[in-house]
């Protein structure tokens, strides 16, 4: 499942072991280039009532989940429920389950939860982009090829994550399925792991300047 830059361990405590009171973490990203993670040993509370898991030294998605609801940014919770909807480790009735036994302040985000999206990055423009007040759809058919995000009717913003679209065979691939969109009066923008996760500062611009030429509505075949 996505957990975006982190990579310390995570140890889950039952609440009431004779332990020392586990600290807080983030698990967010840096607006900035900076390493990944540091590597630390990170305590937390379980959460009551989530359910078990079958391994003995691994907490059930369920319970993964409602910790990193209690502990995390906002973003990367939503992209670890979407990665695990769509991976086929949370189901609908374990996200209902899942959203019963967090406190009802984190209510409003069940709706958020959108398995559709294939990565992080996905949920991550997403969110931003509908925060911002702007239509935005997951994973739309368009002729023969399905988009990341597709904003208005036009506007068409992908994502390529790590070494996957990197060969040249994908490569090639990627522009061709570029000027075939940009044939049908689409606007592609292509956006990295890198710019995403940090320079989403450039990221923002770059869609913005799109919007404000009204990319997002000009029309279609």
């Known amino acids: 499942m996505w957990r975006g830059m982190d990579q310390d361990l995570h140890v889950s405590w039952n609440p009431h072991g004779n332990v020392a009171k586990p600290g807080r973490t983030q698990f967010g990203f840096p607006d900035a280039d900076s390493t990944a993670g540091s590597g630390r040993i990170v305590s937390h509370w379980n959460v009551g009532g989530a359910s078990d898991s079958p391994d003995l030294w691994?907490?059930?998605?369920?319970?993964?989940?409602?910790?990193?609801?209690?502990?995390?940014d906002t973003v990367t919770t939503i992209a670890s429920c979407d990665s695990a909807v769509n991976k086929g480790l949370l189901s609908a009735a374990e996200l209902h389950i899942l959203f019963a036994h967090l406190p009802y302040r984190l209510s409003p985000y069940e709706h958020?939860?959108?398995?559709?999206?294939?990565?992080?990055?996905?949920?991550?423009l997403r969110l931003w982009l509908r925060s911002s007040g702007l239509q935005v759809r997951t994973q739309v058919?368009?002729?023969?090829?399905?988009?990341?995000?597709?904003?208005?009717?036009?506007?068409?913003?992908?994502?390529?994550?790590?070494?996957?679209?990197?060969d040249d065979a994908r490569f090639n691939s990627d522009r061709i399925r570029?000027?075939?969109?940009?044939?049908?009066?689409y606007t592609v923008v292509r956006l990295s792991y890198r710019m995403v996760m940090f320079k989403f500062g450039l990221v923002e611009r770059v869609i913005r300047e799109q919007l404000a030429r009204g990319r997002h509505l000009?029309?279609?075949a």
Do not use: N
Request: hydrophobic residues 40%.
């Open 58 to 72: 691994r907490e059930s998605v369920v319970q993964f989940l409602s910790q990193i609801f209690l502990y995390s």
């Open 112 to 124: 958020l939860v959108d398995g559709r999206a294939d990565s992080g990055l996905e949920t991550i």
């Open 218 to 220: 000009d029309p279609v």
């Open 141 to 166: 058919k368009i002729g023969r090829h399905y988009v990341d995000l597709l904003v208005g009717s036009s506007l068409i913003i992908e994502t390529d994550g790590g070494d996957y679209h990197s």
């Open 178 to 185: 570029t000027a075939e969109l940009q044939a049908l009066g």
